[in-house]
């Protein structure tokens, strides 16, 4: 790892295009916009998690939001009636989010540690593995099917404040080679997936898809795992009815063109559908079974019989 102090030269790092006339940076393996590197390295360099953290990472476009909701109302139960007013990404921070970005002062000050914190995290597990390695918190990682993941990322970016058209094929192709934001997606996914195999009691893997078909099961799974389990079925049902894209994308604040400090995409971009299976609505045969060679390739060769 490079001084700690030091600014990356960012004209250092691999170019790619990306959306328009931007472009993303590689760094440690991963791609990013230029203007998250240093937060990255700053992330990299100075977050030292607690035993009692709990941190859900995610590659983006695979549930984050729904999950930040989920996570925060089992966590702080008694004040779970936030999210009808604040958006889940204000009640959950990322480590690597606009706090930083704005004022250069860590959301992970120990000055917030005298309760269970909770963040988020779009970084890589090889990128995060000596920090995530020093300590015993949890961790939880939620990833979608591949084709999925890419159409509401190439939906995601067509609504990005003062945007340039991102037509589908160049998202495929993107998506493919790995150029996207925090990606490559199928390195992600592996990753955290190794973690998962390496730790299983400090880390849970869960799916959209899974999570979808039995929400119940999965919000009742999550409280065992972060050591608040429900006395009854009652409180369960509450929040996964509270956290539902139908009830929260239904919240003024979830409808708003509100954003966080400087961020690009309002409030209403992060609830588009929440459904599975609407990359048939998008992808051509032919690109889907591109994108299945590849799972097959990066997934299935590994015993990982996911994404198809
Ligand atoms: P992020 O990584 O930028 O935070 P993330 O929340 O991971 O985005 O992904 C957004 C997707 O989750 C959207 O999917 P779609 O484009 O296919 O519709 C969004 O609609 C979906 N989503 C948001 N909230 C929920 C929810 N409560 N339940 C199910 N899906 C949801």
């Known amino acids: 790892m490079e001084n700690d102090e030091l600014d ?3 004209a250092s790092l691999p170019k790619q295009k990306w959306v328009g006339d931007d472009h993303l ?23 030292n998690p ?12 695979t549930g984050t939001t729904w999950l930040k909701s989920l996570l925060y109302s089992i966590l702080n139960r008694s004040s779970k009636h936030k999210l009808a007013f604040k958006h889940p990404h204000e009640l959950v921070p990322f480590l690597e989010g606009p706090v930083l970005m704005q004022s250069n002062e860590l959301p992970f000050s120990t000055a917030l540690s005298n309760t269970c914190r909770l963040f988020s995290t779009h970084i890589s597990y090889q990128l995060l593995a000596k920090t995530l390695d020093s300590c015993e918190c949890r961790i939880v990682y939620v990833t979608r099917n591949p084709k999925d993941t890419l159409v ?9 404040r003062g945007h340039q058209p991102w037509t589908i094929n160049e998202a495929v192709d993107a998506f493919c080679y790995g150029v996207t934001p925090y990606g490559p997606y199928y390195d992600h ?24 078909e039995d929400p119940h099961g999965h919000v009742k799974k999550l409280g065992d795992f972060l050591g608040c389990p429900f006395d009854g079925e009652e409180e369960v049902d509450e929040i996964v009815k509270n956290c ?16 966080l400090i400087k961020n690009l995409f309002p409030y209403n971009s992060f609830f588009r559908k929440g459904i599975t299976g609407d990359h048939e609505n998008y992808l051509s045969n032919e690109v889907i079974q591109r994108i299945d ?7 299935h060769s590994l015993g990982f019989m996911y994404g198809i």
């Open 8 to 10: 990356i030269d960012l």
């Open 25 to 47: 940076l590689q760094f440690g393996g991963f791609w990013f916009v230029p203007q998250h590197i240093n937060l990255i390295k700053k992330v990299i360099n100075h977050f």
């Open 50 to 61: 607690l035993p009692t953290d709990v941190i859900l990472a995610s590659s983006p476009k």
């Open 152 to 160: 509401s990322l190439w939906h995601f970016m067509n609504k990005r």
């Open 189 to 212: 996914v592996i990753g955290y997936r190794a973690l998962y195999l390496k730790r299983p009691k400090n880390v849970m893997f869960v799916t959209y898809e899974e999570m979808k």
């Open 244 to 259: 539902s894209f139908e009830v929260l994308s239904s919240h003024e604040v979830n409808k708003s063109e509100q954003s």
């Open 293 to 299: 060679t590849l799972t097959k390739h990066r997934f």
